[in-house]
């Protein structure tokens, strides 16, 4: 478990690793993207550009090494319609929450015979890796899920189907792809 959570963090474009003893839990703090972790991002996400990626956060120590991290993302996006091929500019504005889990804690919810959906957990914990957190893979995710999986220009439509151009061609009917078969 612990292997694979080190490679999908090492795989995130963004990181953002925070010793838990160097939460400043008094105020806001803010995450901004360079240059070139936009560019790989975009790159990842297949995207036309991506703007502005901002996230706000506050970091609060819970009960048993725990820390609650409460956030909003927010990106200026521009995607390939999937009609057209014309690029759609969105505005990503979520809030994000998210808990980080020792990584004992995180093994012993794993080991529980317990399905996952039945323990009222909605999301899995991220995980505590040698006192540090990494708010990176966190946002990328985000950014990742918040996109519309199928970008579609409000005006595009797609006018053709096949069903249209056999009805042309042959008679319809339950037997008539039989009766094609059927001649020479």
């Not at 959906?117 to 990494?134: A, H, K, M, N, Q």
Request: some cysteine; hydrophobic content about 40%.
């Amino acid at each position: 478990m612990r292997d694979q959570m080190d490679e999908e963090t090492e795989s995130s474009p963004l990181l953002r690793p925070l010793r838990i003893v160097d939460i400043d839990e008094a105020g806001e703090h803010k995450i901004e993207a360079t240059s070139e972790e936009i560019s790989q991002m975009v790159a990842l996400l297949g995207l036309v550009a991506l703007d502005g990626l901002k996230f706000e956060y506050r970091l609060r120590r819970g009960v048993d090494g725990r820390v609650d991290l409460l956030g909003r993302l927010k990106a200026h996006v521009a995607q390939t319609c999937v009609v057209t091929l014309e690029p759609i500019e969105t505005d990503i504005d979520i809030p994000v929450e998210v808990e980080f889990w020792p990584q004992l804690m995180l093994e012993e919810l794993e080991n529980d015979p317990e399905e996952p959906g039945e323990s009222g957990r909605l999301d899995w914990p991220e995980g505590i890796t040698d006192g540090t957190i990494d708010i990176g893979p966190v946002i990328y995710e985000t950014l990742g899920t918040a996109l519309d999986l199928y970008p579609k220009r409000g005006d595009a439509k797609l006018e053709w189907s096949q069903a249209a151009e056999d009805a042309k061609t042959i008679k319809a009917g339950p037997f008539a792809a039989l009766k094609r078969l059927k001649k020479p």
